[in-house]
């Protein structure tokens, strides 16, 4: 058997499947499925509620009164929960859709202008062609971004303010962009 592999991979062109595969490895944000979500036409801020209804048990190690831990439910079922009460995001969202070249420049612009408390996320085009354009991290959207936090137009801020420590402000903004506006919204 080992001599029949051996054979079968004799005329095998492993440069060229190497060549594809680190060409893959390299380019592999560029073949993430797209979120189409609207452009902004006007500019519009909403107070979102993150809360959701706990669908099974939440177990952990609890603190028994002689000191000793023990598995026990943290939190039954059916309870209604906000992440903000306990954890606190330190970075606002910059949500924008890549494709749309005003968007791309809003990002890059307010990125260096806020290398620390922002966070970029792409709805559509190539998170890791920006990543690579500004040295630092670029993430594509997931579901939840728009189901938890009521993302549902680019571009967008979304985070938590210190006098609304419970809910995400959305801010969506219609076009022209300006990195200045968009600095009216973060804290």
Request: aromatic share 8%; proline share 6%.
């Amino acid at each position: 058997m080992r001599l029949a592999m051996v054979a079968e991979a004799h005329g095998v062109d492993w440069a060229s499947i190497n060549d594809d595969l680190s060409d893959q490895a390299r380019h592999h944000t560029r073949d993430i499925p797209d979120w189409y979500l609207p452009i902004a036409e006007h500019t519009e801020t909403r107070h979102v509620d993150p809360s959701y209804t706990l669908e099974e048990d939440i177990e952990a190690l609890l603190r028994q009164p002689d000191g000793s831990y023990q598995w026990g439910v943290l939190y039954e079922a059916g309870t209604r929960v906000n992440p903000l009460e306990h954890v606190r995001p330190d970075n606002w969202l910059l949500v924008v859709d890549l494709r749309v070249d005003d968007q791309r420049q809003l990002a890059m612009a307010l990125k260096e202008r806020h290398p620390i408390n922002l966070t970029i996320i792409a709805t559509a085009g190539d998170p890791g062609e920006l990543a690579t354009d500004i040295g630092r991290a670029v993430y594509f959207a997931e579901e939840w971004h728009f189901r938890r936090l009521g993302i549902t137009h680019t571009p967008s801020l979304a985070g938590v303010r210190d006098d609304n420590p419970h809910a995400v402000e959305v801010t969506h903004f219609a076009y022209p962009y300006a990195v200045e506006t968009l600095e009216e919204y973060l804290p």
